[in-house]
């Protein structure tokens, strides 16, 4: 996760975020963000990722895939799975107070209301509504796949949780009469279902802990 270090900038965040009192605490640069700004650069954190994710998945050699994964709503989905992970590492890995739940979700709102569509406008209230729903979706899957069912096979996209939630997503939306093709599935399924992980072992490999 290379992006880190060049992200937490504290002079980015004057004005926006309260900084005091740092709880997560990144021992590889000396930064210490508070519940607050943990859930506001973890969406932040999460964009460039999800911009990349898309980029991958638009090139799918897949007819149609291109029309429905190059959407900013898809953009969102990413974003929001990408954010969730980290939100799911802090609590279940670094074991978060629970009483820090709601300075997590002022932070995660306060980053939502500057994201932008592909015009570059700031995004509608529905949008944003979109952006938390499928941030509480996700964190679900995630949840189950990692720490409820435990399975051995949580990989397969066919049965891992955060690829049918995403693939579930993407038809609600985009498929007025039927589904996307099985080839489809396994394609988005295949980059989607190891993201948790792979944030998890990003974090991991940070040494990231907190302190009280």
């Not at 980290?86 to 279940?92: F, P, R």
């Not at 739940?101 to 944003?128: H, M, P, W, Y």
């Not at 397969?156 to 993407?170: H, L």
Request: some cysteine; overall charge negative.
């Amino acid at each position: 996760m290379p992006y880190l270090a060049a992200s937490l900038r504290p002079i980015i965040l004057k004005g926006k975020i309260n900084m005091t009192n740092g709880r997560f605490y990144f021992p590889s640069t000396n930064v210490k963000l508070n519940a607050e700004a943990f859930g506001y650069w973890s969406v932040r954190w999460s964009d460039d990722l999800a911009e990349h994710y898309q980029t991958t998945l638009c090139k799918g050699d897949l007819d149609g895939c291109a029309t429905y994964m190059s959407c900013y709503l898809t953009r969102l989905q990413l974003l929001a799975l990408f954010s969730a992970a980290h939100i799911a590492y802090a609590v279940y890995i670094l074991k978060m107070p629970s009483e820090w739940n709601e300075d997590i979700k002022i932070g995660v709102r306060k980053c939502v209301q500057e994201f932008r569509t592909f015009d570059g406008d700031i995004i509608s209230s529905g949008l944003a509504e979109g952006f938390h729903s499928f941030f509480y979706h996700s964190l679900e899957a995630i949840i189950k796949d990692l720490f409820d069912d435990a399975a051995e096979n949580v990989f397969n996209p066919d049965i891992n949780n955060v690829t049918k939630d995403f693939i579930n997503t993407i038809e609600h939306y985009h498929f007025n009469d039927g589904k996307m093709t099985q080839l489809e599935k396994t394609y988005i399924g295949s980059l989607v279902c190891r993201i948790p992980c792979t944030i998890f072992e990003s974090l991991d490999s940070m040494g990231v802990i907190i302190t009280i």
